[in-house]
């Protein structure tokens, strides 16, 4: 009964009832969403995708943020999704390092914009669609991630049904079949990390549950039991699992509350280390240096082991590269991960004065730096909670500057202020016009 | 080096490497496929899937068979692909229980359609791709079924990759790439079984394929080594592999050659169960039957077992049901799958007349009959090898009526007629256009 409680549970819960401090959550989780998803729509990779939605010559049903660009709906869920992910900048819920606005906020912003709905309706589905997936990371973590799966996809794409079968307002039955179409596509290997690939994922989670709600809708039937089923999602792709998590508490505890911004533009894995650089960056002159040694959790080594990344994007899934720039540039923003940066000699010389320790006594949040001056002194610091972690998160203002550095260069900054503006009061829009008609390069436009 | 030396063999194998017969086993599989998806093509999930492309205003670009939409590239893939699945009437692998045309055949015809192709270059990536996804089938199995993973789609992700990039003529690094991207999106339940999802299964690899090979040619990057990777396809979905297969006696060996057709409308597990009814029938008349005992290999009852369908397509996965029309019908064809049969008071009366027994020794390709008549006499017979087996295969002639008997009924018996012989000669011809205009009702063309 996992699959059909969750649908009641969606089906059931109303715009009223979730709180307001998790409305207020969701809106900065699509503001932050949203800034990461223009920042990167001028990528290659999305050209690449526009160009392949050019050549199978799809209608102009919903934008692309951040350009001119309109795809029909399901192209424009996968590349939307996509753009999200690729400075490796966008939400991390670090229980189970899952990035739950990419599946899902593509969807609702393609419907609401196709449909004509309401600012209220699409932060609605955003907030369950998030509830569900989280929920069912949750449930799988973390022997899924271990065995390889990339979680955001493989369990976005049940977000992703979810936010699209409420704004279809499917029914019960239809809902459950949605789920079950959307976790026959399940998937995304971590694998193919450190490639244009990984960002596809949650785009591909985005357009597989929207495209599973819409088959749903039609009367298109599948499993009703997607979930706990013998030859189901946890089973198969989980080794270890506990389906208790996906329902337990429903509308008491909420995930998306768990969800937090990340203010450097790289794997949250990497955010203790950089903090613990940059800290000593205000103490340390480069001319003093002996070494750096950082303690670090396993995860680190095993998502960003990389010793000598050859291109910017490589630069986010080493430790050595990242620890060095923080250090010399007090930040790890997208200014650093650049192919240049990754070939400076200046970067390539300090690199080499980072030690990387395993410690598994050390939590993900957390790393413990000890620098070696050229005078024998040591400077030891501990990290516990990153910059952008729970305990620790980014303010409000924090998340509008991070949208402004991300969305200026593409809109300008009249586009980039009246959009974060409007985000952070979606709710109050009776419809997204406005929205799309801000995105457009240096749009003004009266409240 | 799995991943790159599959590449290589299949951008170095030419069309005229490719032995006679395998070429002619190619062109009867391709027959096999266009009947059962044009046979499937009026069911109400292809309507379902058609009004998505309707809702989404996707392009013309290439032919539904059996209908006459046209879609865009990539649903014309996920349709004819679900279409020829429909019917559980389509080609088997039996090594792996593998449907090889279902992914690649869409793929082929899609692209050959919409770029002009010719009937050899068609057949050459149909013969690559279906190579392809059945070494890599033959690599996983069966751990991976076994675990939940419809093989069909999970490998013949890789098989529409491969068949679309030769199409496209991608060059090495980018038909890699295009494994790469394949294969993250490699997915498919066996939960679904029973439902609309479970065709849709080849219907979704065909259309992930070719997105993968479209996306390439754009230079979308991607793993190198997606089957081989610690957390590529074969570690992350199947328990036990052996990747030494895939590339094994390549040009030696055809896994194509291997490729099955079926005489009966559902799953093969079934067949032998089927002639062993079938040989009844002709000996014993309902009256006098007490009893029909079948002694079976376990994936019958795993597969087949619900006891009372309540539709004609649960009726493909009752042992019980099958049994009993093949008994009182002496087939299993389309006409006896449907919603009135199950409901039939005669069959249901049969169907308590019929046991099951599992016997680890009884291979999937037999069953042994006991059928104990009113008088106390019984009647045994062992079936060795099911008629669609390699060893008891269907004859040109007997493929030939079953196309008919599949197509005539939608596009009468001209267009029917007109479209095998053009398949059985696929590559004497410069292009499929003729194919193509032969896809519309009682159509008649000179040669």
Redesign the interface.
Known sequence: MVTKTLVNHCLSTSYDQIPQEVKLHGKRSLLNWMGVAIGASTH??I???L??TK?????E?ASIFGREEKV???MAALINGTSSHIFDYDDTHLDTIHHPSGPVAPVVFALGEHLGLSGEEILHAFILGCEAELRIANAVYPSHYQ????ITSTTGVFGAAIAAGILLKLDREQLT?AL??A??????????FG???KP??PG?AAQNGL?AA??AK??????E??LE?????A??LAPEHDLEKVNVLWGEDWELLKNSFKPYACGIVLHPSIDACIYLQSRVSPEDLQSIELKVHPYVLELTGKETPQTGLEGKFSVYFTAAIAFLDGDASERQYTDEKVKNEKVLEMQKKISITIDEAIKEEEVEVTAILKDGSEITHKVEHAKGSIQNPMQEKELLAKFSSLVEGNLGKSSSDSMANFLLHLDEYPSIAKLILMNQKNKVLSK
Chains 1, 2 share one sequence.
Do not use: C, Y
């Open positions: 290659p990779s050209d690449m995708l160009e392949v050549d199978l010559k799809t209608a049903q029909d709906l399901l065995l390889g799966w990339h079949w079950g179409i976790g026959t596509q399940s998937s995304g290997l971590r694998e193919v490639t244009m690939t596809f994922h591909k495209l819409l088959l039609k009367g298109f039937t599948s499993s039991q997607i089923a013998k030859r189901g999602f089973n198969v």
